[in-house]
């Protein structure tokens, strides 16, 4: 089992350019989030998806756009990169129920 | 929505004192209380959870207690080892779908 895959794992971009960023999970998980990791500030919760279909806004939602068309992947978009989304994203999938989130292994995104 | 804060940021350790580490949260409908270690450029992995029906857990050299009248929670290393320096970050979880909500995290360092 890969677990969680993050794709790309870097990304440098410039000031409204536009990319998805790609999440799998090969366990069968019903839940997916994407976090975004800025230094002291922990990690904090873009958007979530809690089965096919289906998502829903986090702490930090704006400027950012998520689909989750198959049960396995979940899509984070950035429709216009500005310089404050420059971050370390990390993408994580969990059971049914509170149960442990496993982590992607992040993107590191850079604009420019 | 909910709000985590987590003392200290920084905590630096002789090798094989203790380390405690803690966290408040605010909402009461929380009910699942996980923490994570983060070792620099990897992603956060599990090392131990708590749920709301229990007041104490503990797994060989780490323990983590919960308070739920006074909404706090705390992790306790014993023996401490370098191998144990990381960021480790708290969490308090809401419902069924395991959406966290994260402290700032701590970095514990563990000297020689």
């Known amino acids: 089992n890969a677990g969680v895959t ?5 990304r440098v971009l410039k000031t409204g350019q536009s990319m998805t960023l790609l ?10 989030y994407w976090y975004r990791q800025d230094p002291g500030m922990g990690l904090r919760l873009i958007h979530y998806s809690v089965g096919e279909g289906t998502t829903a806004k986090g702490e930090v939602p704006d400027g950012y756009n998520v689909s989750r068309l198959k049960k396995q992947n979940f899509l984070l978009g950035l429709e216009s990169a500005a310089p404050s989304q420059t971050s370390v994203y990390f993408c994580a999938s969990s059971g049914r129920g509170n149960t442990e989130a496993f982590f992607g292994q992040g993107t590191r995104l850079t604009v420019v | 929505g909910e709000n985590v804060e987590q003392h200290p940021s920084t905590l630096s350790v002789q090798e094989g004192d203790s380390a405690v580490i803690k966290c408040t949260y605010s909402d009461s409908a929380s009910n699942y209380f996980p923490w994570y270690k983060q070792e620099l450029g990897k992603r956060p992995q599990l090392i131990i959870d708590i749920r709301s029906n229990v007041g104490e857990k503990k ?9 739920k009248t006074a909404k706090h ?5 014993t023996e401490t080892q370098p191998e144990d ?3 480790y970050f708290c969490a308090a979880g809401t ?6 909500t994260f402290g700032t995290g701590t970095r514990l360092q563990v000297t020689l």
């Open chain 1, 6 to 10: 993050q794709t790309p794992k870097f």
């Open chain 1, 23 to 32: 999440c799998a999970q090969d366990m069968n998980h019903e839940y997916m």
């Open chain 2, 59 to 67: 797994d060989q050299r780490i323990a983590v207690t919960l308070n």
């Open chain 2, 73 to 77: 929670f705390s992790l306790h290393i």
């Open chain 2, 85 to 87: 320096s990381a960021v």
């Open chain 2, 95 to 100: 419902g069924t779908a395991s959406k966290l």
